[in-house]
């Protein structure tokens, strides 16, 4: 199993980001997908959810101003938010898993993640 973030970079409080995962699977698509994030000095947080059929997760710091959404197949992750603030600068986690009837909302604990991508949101 691969993961790949993209759509990271540098933005202007303000204004929004959408970031992008691209899961790789071989026979079964993931039951569950999320994206995570770590500033430096701070623990990893949860930022939002989904599982196969569609419910969403978020964390409140995000809520009102993120998306999570997935393509049917659940092989492209999405994350936009909107209105970001420069506290929305850190490394964005994509994950993945595969357990049927696992995923539980932002304490799911996930098997398959990838590398990251920064983001960086400057006031």
């Known amino acids: 199993v691969r993961l790949v973030e993209s759509g990271g970079g540098s933005v202007q409080a303000g204004g929004s980001l959408r970031l992008s995962c691209a899961v790789s699977?071989?026979?079964?698509?993931?039951?569950?997908m999320g994206w995570f994030r770590q500033a430096p000095g701070r623990e990893r947080e949860g930022v939002a959810v989904i599982d196969s059929d569609g419910v969403t997760s978020y964390a409140d710091s995000v809520k009102g101003r993120a998306t999570i959404s997935k393509d049917n197949a659940m092989t492209t992750l999405y994350l936009q938010i909107l209105k970001v603030k420069p506290e929305d600068s850190a490394m964005y986690y994509c994950a993945a898993d595969f357990r049927p009837l696992y995923c539980s909302g932002l304490g799911t604990q996930f098997g398959h993640w990838g590398q990251g991508t920064q983001v960086t949101v400057s006031s």
């Open positions: 699977v071989y026979m079964y698509s993931p039951t569950c």
